[in-house]
C-alpha cells in the first residue's frame, strides 16, 4: 500500500509544483492566488481523506480525521505549502502530503483509531513575502504578534490586507489559537535539505534538534555620485561597504565552527550604471545549533557593519527582523519515532536540522518530533529539489507506525 501511495505524493508534489505566482519557475508565498489554487487542490485531497477540512483566521489549511470516540486526544502532522523563490517541489510539500496519504490509508481501510489526526499546512512558514517566517504555526499556538499584520511586502500591501484578501480574518488571528489541551504532539516530515542521509546511504533520519536562526538586515547610507567626475578616495560608496561587510561576515562564520551566515537578498539605489551608489540594504541570516554562539555572532557582525561604515565615511543602520532559538526534539516522541524507523527496516539516525520548520514553533507548547526523508545531493531551495520515491515510501510506512504506537500510548 505504501508503494502505491508514494507514487500518488509524487504525483501530487508534481501538480502543486506547477502552481506557482511566477511563469517558468516555482514561487508560492503567501496569500497569493498561486497558494489559493494550492490550498483548493490540497483540501480536496484531505476530503478524499475522509477528513473533515477548515482554513483557520491566518489561513492554516487543517484536514481533521476524527477518531473512533468523540473525547480522543489528537495528533497533529503538518509542514508548509508556501516557497522560497526559485523553489524545488518537495521543501514543505511533501510532508504535508506524506500527512495526507498516512490518513488516507486509514480512511481506506475503514480504520479510526483511539486519537483523532490533524494535518496543518502551516501557511507563510518560509517569510518569502513579508520578511517574518512561521506565521502559521505561531498563529496556531497562540504566539502571534498583532504588530506583524502591519509588516509590508515590497508592493507596500500589509500582512492584515493580504489576508483578508485571501479570506482569512486579522481580527480573529488570537481568538483562533488551537487549544493545546487535547494534543499529544506535532509529528513534521520534511525533505532533509542537507547531505547526510545520502552520506549514510539511509532513506530516513529523525531530528535531534532544530537550529536557532537569527533573521536581520543591514542598510548602509553612502553619498551618489558621477561615476566619472568623483575620484576614489573621495567618494563614500555605499555598494562597496556592503561587499566589505559581507566579506567580513563570510570570514566570521568561516571561523566559528558550526555558524552558517547567508547574505540571500540585496537592494542597491540609484541602481544606475554610471551612479555611484548610494543606498544598499541586505538581508542577513544567522544560524547555530548554540543560542549564546548565535547571538554574539550577531553582535560581532553588527560591531563590524558599524566599523566598515565608519572607515568608509557611509552610514549604517542596524534592522533586527526574528530571533528564533534553538528547539530541542521530544526525547519520548524521537524514541517513539526511532521504534517506528526500526519497525520500518531502517536504521533510526538522529541529526540535527540546520534548517527552521514549524516543529520549531509547536515544539515550544507541545512534544515535537521530525523526521527527515534523504533529498538527492542535499539540494534545496533549488529547483533540483529531488527525493526518491522508495523513500517517501519508508516515510509513509514510519509515519503510519509513530500514528499507530501514538495511539497506543
Ligand atoms: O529558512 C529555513 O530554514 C526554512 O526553509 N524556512
Ligand atoms: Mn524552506
Ligand atoms: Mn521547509
Known amino acids: 500500500m505504501e508503494a502505491e501511495l508514494a507514487a500518488e505524493v509524487m504525483q501530487r508534489c ?26 483548493t487542490q490540497v483540501a480536496a485531497w484531505m476530503e478524499a481523506a475522509g ?28 509542514s508548509h505549502l508556501d516557497t522560497v523563490r526559485d523553489a524545488g517541489r518537495y521543501d514543505g510539500a511533501l510532508g504535508v502530503l506524506v500527512g495526507i496519504a498516512a490518513v488516507a490509508q486509514l480512511h481506506r481501510a475503514g480504520r ?8 496543518v499546512a502551516f501557511t507563510d512558514e518560509e517569510g518569502l513575502r513579508f520578511g517574518s517566517a ?44 488551537r487549544p493545546l489541551h487535547d494534543l499529544i504532539g506535532y509529528c513534521e516530515v520534511h525533505i532533509e535539505q542537507g547531505p547526510l542521509l545520502e552520506a549514510k546511504h539511509l532513506p530516513v533520519g529523525i531530528v535531534s534538534a532544530i537550529t536557532g536562526i537569527s533573521r536581520t538586515g543591514v542598510s548602509f547610507h553612502g553619498v551618489a555620485g558621477h561615476a566619472g567626475t568623483v575620484p ?22 568561516r571561523n566559528t565552527a558550526g555558524l552558517v551566515v ?29 543560542d549564546r554562539t548565535r547571538i554574539e555572532a550577531a553582535m560581532l557582525l553588527r560591531e563590524k557593519a558599524a566599523a566598515i561604515a565608519t572607515e568608509r565615511g557611509v552610514h549604517a543602520v542596524w534592522e533586527d527582523v526574528q530571533e528564533i532559538d534553538a528547539v530541542p526534539m521530544d526525547a519520548a516522541l524521537r524514541t517513539r519515532l526511532a521504534a517506528a524507523v526500526v519497525a520500518c527496516g531502517s536504521e533510526p539516525l538522529e541529526l540535527p536540522s540546520g534548517a527552521g520548520h514549524d516543529a520549531m514553533v509547536l ?34 510506512a514510519v509515519l503510519s507506525r509513530f500514528i499507530e504506537l501514538s495511539a497506543e500510548g
Open 14 to 39: 508534481a501538480i502543486l509544483g506547477a502552481i506557482s505566482a511566477e511563469a517558468q519557475i516555482l514561487t508560492r508565498p503567501s496569500f497569493t492566488p498561486a497558494m489559493r489554487a494550492v490550498h
Open 262 to 290: 547567508t547574505v540571500g537578498q540585496l537592494d542597491l539605489a540609484p541602481g544606475a550604471s554610471n551612479v555611484i551608489p548610494a543606498r544598499v540594504s541586505l538581508s542577513i541570516d544567522l544560524r547555530h545549533q548554540s
Open 51 to 78: 477528513m473533515h477540512v477548515r482554513e483557520d483566521a491566518v489561513g492554516n489549511l487543517i484536514g481533521r480525521y476524527s477518531a473512533d470516540h468523540a473525547a480522543a486526544r489528537t495528533l497533529l502532522i503538518g
Open 363 to 396: 515544539g515550544l507548547v507541545v512534544p515535537a518530533a521530525m523526521l527527515f526523508v534523504r533529498c538527492v545531493g542535499g539540494i534545496s531551495h533549488n529547483p533540483a529539489e529531488a527525493v526518491h520515491e522508495g523513500d517517501v515510501a519508508t516515510s509513509i
Open 112 to 119: 479510526r483509531l483511539s486519537i483523532a489526526l490533524e494535518v
Open 134 to 177: 512561521l506565521l502559521g504555526s505561531r498563529a496556531l499556538i497562540g504566539k502571534f504578534d498583532p504588530a506583524l499584520l502591519s509588516v509590508t511586502d515590497a508592493a507596500g500591501t500589509t500582512i492584515g490586507t493580504a489576508l483578508r484578501t485571501f479570506g482569512g480574518n486579522p481580527e480573529q488571528i488570537s481568538a483562533a489559537a
Open 232 to 253: 576614489m578616495e573621495l567618494r563614500h560608496d555605499a555598494l562597496c561597504a556592503a561587499a566589505a561587510f559581507i566579506l567580513a561576515a563570510e570570514t566570521v562564520a
